[in-house]
């Protein structure tokens, strides 16, 4: 039967904490797991981050992990708070600060956490988190090959922490697992992005980019 799910809606809201820089080197995901920690400064919720990556060949899902009580260098990968899985259609080519939803609330006004990508694709096809070419003490990343172990220290990893009910919106999570992502060109929306996974597993799934087309101020239609 088909019914509606409950949501939750994701905006712009305001930056809590970020690590940026002019720094330009790819991290490549096929070769590691990557961690980076932040502090979540005057909110007791996530409401979505931004990372700087970009794609190589077809790339590979980007899974994105929220956790708390992480203490790398000695193994300890605390605990999970969050897993968000982004298509790997979706992420373009060029490096960019690619949205992703969290919309986590019960947290600590600043507490210290941590942002973990999940090493995936291979020298071909693969994912880079972009960041600088020095580590950063008020930034700490960490990298690690296997599953389990302690990390060894990485230079510093770019990435944009935001929560708040203000400006456009970005997501609506469905459920829990699915999301859209909502792409604006100037003042209108100029593509949506549909991530439905399985009931098995976050492969395959509805994976879709709808891109709108306006005339003037009214739309038109949409292609897939």
């Known amino acids: 039967m088909l019914a509606l799910q409950p949501f939750v809606l994701l905006y712009e809201g305001t930056q809590r904490d970020a690590k940026t820089g002019a720094g330009?080197?790819?991290?490549?995901?096929?070769?590691?797991?990557?961690?980076?920690?932040?502090?979540?400064?005057?909110?007791?919720?996530?409401?979505?981050?931004?990372?700087?990556?970009?794609?190589?060949?077809?790339?590979?899902?980007?899974?994105?992990?929220?956790?708390?009580?992480?203490?790398?260098?000695s193994g300890n990968d605390g605990t999970l708070l969050k897993q968000v899985v982004v298509p790997k259609e979706f992420i373009p080519t060029s490096r960019t600060y690619w949205s992703i939803p969290v919309g986590l609330t019960g947290l600590t006004s600043g507490g210290q956490y941590w942002l973990v990508v999940v090493r995936a694709g291979d020298a071909t096809n693969k994912l880079d988190w972009v960041g600088e070419s020095s580590q950063d003490v008020n930034y700490p990343a960490y990298y690690r090959a296997g599953d389990s172990g302690a990390w060894t220290a990485n230079n510093a990893l770019?990435?944009?922490?935001?929560?708040?009910?203000?400006?456009?919106?970005?997501?609506?999570?469905?459920?829990?697992?699915?999301?859209?992502?909502?792409?604006?060109?100037?003042?209108?929306?100029?593509?949506?992005?549909?991530?439905?996974?399985?009931?098995?597993?976050?492969?395959?799934?509805?994976?879709?980019?709808?891109?709108?087309?306006?005339?003037?101020?009214?739309?038109?239609?949409?292609?897939v």
């Open 24 to 73: 330009v080197v790819e991290n490549s995901l096929a070769n590691y797991h990557y961690c980076a920690r932040f502090t979540l400064t005057g909110s007791t919720e996530i409401g979505r981050i931004e990372l700087e990556i970009d794609k190589d060949g077809t790339g590979a899902d980007l899974v994105v992990q929220i956790r708390q009580g992480m203490v790398p260098g």
């Open 158 to 223: 770019h990435f944009r922490v935001y929560s708040g009910a203000s400006g456009d919106l970005r997501h609506s999570i469905y459920a829990g697992t699915g999301y859209t992502t909502v792409e604006y060109s100037g003042e209108v929306i100029s593509k949506v992005y549909r991530y439905l996974p399985p009931a098995d597993g976050p492969d395959g799934g509805i994976r879709d980019v709808l891109t709108y087309n306006w005339s003037g101020e009214y739309l038109i239609g949409g292609d």
